[in-house]
């Protein structure tokens, strides 16, 4: 620590490198609590924690997977994050994932005759649409009565939930009517895929695509900056004469049509029709996503990649190894709980690092 | 439906209804201490499930079921207390953490249960509670038989009501709770120490919770089945809203939502067919509608859902 | 903001370089996987070393089930076939549990390309992915069981005919019931279940047709305070026996009868334990039996890639009578299963 030039140069280093080791710090100390279970049920938890990590590498197909599992939780992702930095916590991206993929579906089995261009597009719009509403009247609600977003769309999540149930169980039932699902799209509707002989459909490019284009709508426009502004200071923005009421609905609207893409995504590039309790957890998988992305676009995009990661990895471990789904579904909760506690303790990690480099001083 | 204006029809659909909103009044007792001090609570689903295991665990062992019940309260405290370190220390996203607490109750339970008892084709039974009626009381016409004639557990949830409302309205400790639910800044300047009292109130709601989920495999079964509670803890998260927060409206929230459980069976017994997916969503569009302050107002707990920052 | 966004960039591009150069090095796939994890505590002896009797061929066979392995009827079936084919063939199959839709066709592919010889997949939903990834690995069979489809060369289905389990259910309860008023409840009202209950309905109006029977849906394979509940209601309005097809639900059903004095039929799993005296008989399934014969199959390399479907008379179907059973039910039993092992009865499933 001699010159201040020399002493910055260690400190940037230092936290820096934090960022990435705490983080995998916590996977570590998830995967040892998660050893001991194995260890109980006679399972090594070193071959185990192989398939984990390297089972998703093995071939090109669980590779794919990888970025086939993150596309919906981008968009959720996405749709939580818009909502965040414009002041609002929208927990709904589940229930307008649904909303999405249920007018994706209704437009996929009207129009899945049509050239691919026009059905895609279609279907996309008509998610858009359908997702949009779904949180825009959660927005209504809290704009114009002070509900709280947070129970609404909750609750919200539970209505689409049931409303999927109900479709695929009566209206919309497949023509040979032995299974709770809609007959599959139109051919002309799936989505194209990017990798052949895998899973991988451009659903993924439009998910980064979308974030690219949430980055420049939030940082780089005057109409992100007010929201942004409504987000930070409320009463500020009002002084200012930004209409609270309108920013909160517009953006819950936004928010929730980029968690409807989510639905067309998993709709038209992997499921092609509708089934009930398709693409479990998404929804929160997209918050979590976007808290461990801190809540900017392109962190969202790494943190789901990694999510996917770990959603293929877990599978792989559950064949190769055979360790039962109960113990995956701990080791996936702990995984996630640890990464947002480092996340959320590097601060005070940080700060208690810089007090004693001053002691030492 | 000529059947409903008949009184044993009416006193065994009451008798459901009790039966059937027990669990949810429980949990939505114990949300209700944990959001009244501004933590949400989106795992009683789970800290249900590790009760309801840890009661037939408990009752297994010893062979007595009110010691089962008290190693469900003590297991669902134990689930809780990791959910608040997550959510009051760490101060990481109170949805996210309940999800992962609920995500984690599954894993634990089903893996201690193949533990424990291995794979058997009927599942393990355990002694548990019978219905015990109170002398006198169950001797009333029509009320006596359905309200009277419960386990001892309905019991202990209805006289948690004017407990709760005692505690939140007329003591000092009540009065803390709801000052860091509102305004904890203001409550830290006064002294009073937010973290602590939201621990305390998340401990609380585990317990309960975890009461709530004995009730289901001790006071009405004598066995534990994996996912037994089957999404009663989301219910009660709605009927805590749908309740206003308050003791007595959370359990006229537990009653109307276990009333239209009992109506919805008996509905489809009598071949009316209104599509199940409606009958379940009924709970969840209340709550908005609740929400929304049509019906009267309704104001959430103001710092409800923020972690507080010194 | 830049800065942080180049270092993750740096960590996945470590990450990733590290496990290509790892996963070039170790070959996790094609390694004998460990022992399906089986609990600690088991009760059968069934899981120590076998030997196995044919050529010494080690078979990879793998059990795919779209739930958990203890929920007392259709997976808990599968898991006791792959119990069975331990002992008596001295195979040790793998098992996968709650597989989710979305990601049935990824495990095809996974099992196929790891050159697996034998799939089980434990669910109609299953026909269609494996249909889609069955012919990329034409050395893999699939059997999805309660499909009664096939496709060539490796797609083979076993439709079990449930509905003459229902039947034959109705019949005994038809034939114990004082109130001539029967409960049925079902889990979900997929065409299976409903089939199942419409048949049980049939069988009792043939026997008598005064006999009212109530059919309601608790929507869960898991809710057991619902079954309870549920049967509860049926029983005080009038019903004396309730037959349930719902898994796991069924246990709730059975105690409600037993609360109530009434009567109950066991169904898929043996229950003439859960309850004596309320459980009058069970009709049980020897799902068990059908892993069996598809694993010979493939030992005898005669695994068709054909749908078939079962009932009464293909052994697919059982009865677990209980002692205080009449012999007068047991002979109608008897004659009902002549007459549906000989096509005389049709699937009384309407539709909706």
Redesign the interface.
Known sequence: MQTKGGEMVKKFDIF?LL??LIPIAAVFLALLLGSV?LL?????PL?AY??L???????K??TA?IFVKSTPIILTGLAFTFAFRTGL?N?GGEGQMFAGAMAAVFVGLKTGHLSPFLTISLSLIGAIIAGAIWGLIPGF?KGI????E???T???N??AL??I??LV??PLRESI????QTDLIGKNAFLPYVVPNT?LHIGFVIAVIISIIVYIILWKTPFGYRLRAVGFNPDGAEYSGMSIKKSIIISMAISGALAGVAGFT?ING??HRL?D?????VG?DG??AA?LG?A?P??VV?SS?LLGMLQ?GS??M?????????????I???I??LV??GN??RPKLELYMRRKEKVIE | MKDIFNITFLIALLSASIRLSVPILFAALGGMYSEKSGV?N?GLEGMMLVGAFAGVVGSYFTGSYWIGTIVAVLSGMLIAALFAL?TVK????Q???G???N??A???T??FY??LFGITTVPITVNAFSPVSIPILSDIPIIGEILFKQTALVYIAFILVPISHYIFYKTSLGLNIRTVGEHPMAADTVGIPVEKVRTACVLISGALAGLGGSFLSLGQFNMFVDNMVSGRG?IA??AV?FGKWSPTGVLMASLIFGVADALQIRIQMSGVSI?Y??L??FP??L??VA????VGR?T?PKA??TPYEK | ?F???S??????ISVLLI??L??CG????D?A????????ASDDGGETTSTPEDSGKDYKI?LLLPG?INDQGWNATAYEGLQMVEKDLGIKM?????V????F???F???G?RGYDLVFAHG??FYDAAVNVGPQFPDTFYMVINSEEGQEPNVGGIGVREWEGGYIAGIIAAMNTDTKKMGAIGS????VIAGTLDAFEAAAQRIDPEIQVTKTYVNSWEDIQKGKETALAMAEAGSDVIFCSANEVGLGSIEASKTKGVKAVGYISPQNEVAPGTVLSSVTYNTPGLFKGTVQQLIDGELKPEGVSLGWADGVLDMQWTDDIGQDVKDAVYEAIEELKAGKIENPYK??
């Open positions: 820096q960022k990435i279970l109980f049920i006679d399972v090594n071959e192989r398939y990590i390297f089972g998703n590498f093995t071939n197909y669980n997977e916590f927990i609600l009565f002070g509900s709280s947070i129970i609404v909750i609750m919200f539970y209505v049931y409303l149930s109900y169980d009566k009517g032995f299974y709770p899973r998993e992997i499921h089934l309790n398709f693409s479990k957890n929160f918050i979590a808290l801190s900017n392109a962190g790494v990649i293929t599978n792989s559950q064949r190769g190894v055979g360790v039962p789904a109960n113990i995956v579904s701990i996936q909760a702990m996630i709980i947002l506690a959320m303790l | 949400v989106i997550i760490i101060k990481i996203n949805i996210v953490s999800v992962a607490i995500l984690l599954v894993g634990i089903s893996f193949r533990a989301f998260v709605a809203i599509p997916q409606f379940l969503m969840y569009i709550t908005v929400v929304t302050g049509i309704t959430s409800l859902g | 903001m800065k942080k966004r270092i993750i960039a740096l960590l996945i496990a290509s790892s996963g170790t070959q996790p796939k390694e996987p460990a022992a399906p994890a089986a609990p600690a793998v958990p793998e098992y996968i549990e709650s989710q839709q979305a990601d066709e990824a495990v592919t996974d099992y390309s109609t939903q979900f009202p997929f065409p539709g909706e």
